[in-house]
């Protein structure tokens, strides 16, 4: 029989009263935050106190908007170890592929290497470079395990980056981000890291890492809404990509539109062409705050302990749990199979009983955050046992 994970529940991060900060726990075991996740409660407050102001006052504000939007960029920069200057705010993970993506130096003959079960994100921009020579290079996975050799294989002199994702959508498996840098760089390439599914729930220091290029949307585990997320570049980096996107804030002399002279921004700033998702971006802010509070650390403790007790619970259930759960490789997301039963029937009965979660490859997947507790993973397993 299955046996339950030992509670190791930190008494200091206050679970209860950040639970009180997601209003969507008022009705549901929301297990879904691969997906996209609820607002946080601070950054609905922001949304609903910016349009008042945009609404009654107008852009007579934009000042304290426009401070309130670099603080966000701090915010970022210093939950993932990296300087406010290397920090773009940008609409989404895609966009930040882009910019890699497109650019970069590429010369015919190149590579990149990639896992070949990547979220669609981070497979297109790259293969999207075959018309000048790029090539793509998927790497087979077995049950969604990536062999680090089988990648080195996979790489030569003319690879010039490694594009994966910290934490893979569809099974959960989670990497270790300092040996795929070192990976990467031993092979005289650099690593682009996918970080939307894990960003907001474990910790990373990009500089300590080896991190050459991240992207993350806000709207998964970061609580935050659509269309705000986060891009780095190392500051050494910033010379190599050929600026996209470019317009008005892109200049240091941005408010003064009289002047005509391409003096780019020295930071990643530079890649942030047109008017900002401010509305968006103070959400995001506000979530990334509350976040901070707990710290990704003690919330990395506490989403493992949940997954690991819905592993339990769900495997007395009859299911197969198909993600990896051994050490390092654990991560917020779980992947299984009730056998004889169909997936997006079980997801359909569950959304009748308010308990939320997704089908993936043609599996069920959970991902509970740190605000969920263990009421909800008996939800859970009440509904599937309906």
Known sequence: MPVLPERTENPAPRWGEFRRRM?????????????VAPLSGPAADLLAEWSGEAARD????YRQWMERLEATRRTAARLIGAEPAEVALVRNTTEGIGLVAEGFPWEPG????LRDDEFPSNVYPWMNLADRGVETRRVPTDRGRLNLDRLAAACDERTRIIALSWVAYSNGWRHDVGRLARLAHDHGALLFLDAIQALGVFPLDVKQTGVDFLS???????????GAGVFFTRHEHLGRLRPLGVGWNSVVHCHDFDRIELALKPAAERYEGGSPNTAGFLALGESLNLLAEYGFTA????VLWLTDLACVKLEGLGATVLSDRSGEHRS????????????????????????????????????????NDQRDIERLVDAIGQ
């Open 23 to 35: 209003p969507v726990a008022r009705r549901w075991a929301y297990l879904d935050h691969a997906a």
């Open 58 to 61: 107008g852009a007579t504000p």
């Open 110 to 113: 190149d590579n990149v290497v």
């Open 216 to 226: 993350a949307d806000g709207h998964k585990w970061l609580l935050g809404p659509e």
């Open 299 to 302: 919330i990395a403790e506490r």
């Open 332 to 371: 917020g997301i779980v992947s299984f199979e009730l056998p004889g039963r169909d997936p997006k029937q079980v997801q359909a009965d569950c959304l009748k009983r308010d308990v939320v979660l997704s089908c993936r490859s043609g599996r069920l997947r959970i991902s509970p955050h740190a605000y």
